[in-house]
């Protein structure tokens, strides 16, 4: 955490809003990439930045400046987006399947390889999803994945084993069929 | 034998899938939209002030400790009344002369506060 960073999260837990502001300004992109890499769409990943804000803010006070601030808020983010993900699942249970639409802004939308490509991301479990996305675009390390979605780094690393080889064979198909 | 790519044609492959997966991911990137958020959450946050739940965790426990405080506090001082009121019972009652005096006291006391009232009532 940088000299700047740990002034402004101590003059947050004095109850500074402005402190506040600006630590979320810093963190608000990463943190919803995060929240986007485990959620199913554009909007959960908004809600569940803007509920690990909240959360964060009362939290503070459990905050030891010490830490990694971007890493706590983090494990905060993947927290509410878990949360955000169980409770879509048991309301669509009974519903359409699970989709990785993400309707705005996708100048590719038509893209028929990135079309089948979101299908075949919505059919992996959502800790595999979470991992190959937090890996490979976002280029979170094995041991960070693992801390944020709670599970052993060594989990992080077979997940991210099956998720590449799963999504691998379904674009060799696509290949072949295009 | 596997259908899985081997070599040149993985790493072709992953990159490929790289790209793809981070075309579907790719931020929003107009900058009034972070803005837009990071106001949409301050005001959450300045809304939800009000509520109990929103007040942090410090104050709550510091409003917790003085309410536990005061609870003592004022536990102790009723426990005393009561242990005085009782010992001046058991005092009635095995010495008469003394809950006379004690009778009298009450009376002057109350005489003074009646007094006391009636000049701040200015009559």
């Known amino acids: ?178 | 034998m596997t259908n899985e790519p081997q070599g040149p044609e993985l790493v072709r492959d992953d990159n490929e899938l790289t790209r793809e997966l981070r075309a579907i991911y790719a931020p929003p990137f107009d900058a009034a939209y972070w803005m837009l958020l990071e106001q949409r959450i301050m005001v959450r946050l300045e809304s939800g002030t009000g509520e109990w739940w929103s007040v942090p965790e410090k104050w709550l426990r510091a409003g917790l400790i003085a309410a536990g405080i005061a609870v003592i506090i004022a536990g102790s001082l009723l426990l005393r009344t009561q242990t005085q009121a009782s010992r001046m019972a058991y005092d009635t009652l095995a010495n008469p002369a003394a809950a006379d005096a004690f009778e009298v006291a009450r009376r002057d006391r109350l005489t003074e506060e009646q007094e006391t009232l009636r000049r701040l009532l200015g009559r």
Do not use: C
């Open chain 1, 1 to 178: 955490m940088t000299t700047d960073e740990r002034a402004l999260v101590l003059a947050a837990q004095r109850g500074e809003r402005e402190a506040f502001s600006m630590l979320v300004r810093t963190h608000e992109r990463r943190a919803y990439a995060v929240a986007r890499a485990i959620v199913v769409n554009h909007e959960d990943a908004e809600d569940a930045v803007q509920e690990a804000f909240l959360h964060a803010y009362r939290a503070l006070d459990r905050f030891l400046p010490d830490q990694a601030f971007g890493a706590w808020l983090h494990r905060i983010v993947a927290n509410a987006a878990l949360d955000i993900t169980r409770r879509r699942k048991v309301r669509e249970a009974d519903e359409l399947p699970e989709s990785v639409a993400s309707p705005f802004r996708d100048p590719a939308e038509g893209s028929e390889l990135r079309q089948r490509l979101r299908d075949a991301l919505a059919t992996l479990p959502t800790r595999q999803r979470s991992v190959i996305v937090l890996h490979d675009v976002e280029g979170f390390k094995h041991a960070e994945i693992g801390e944020m979605l709670g599970i052993p780094e060594g989990t992080a690393r077979s997940d991210l084993h099956y998720a590449r080889s799963h999504l691998r064979g379904v674009l060799g198909k696509i290949r072949s069929e295009l």
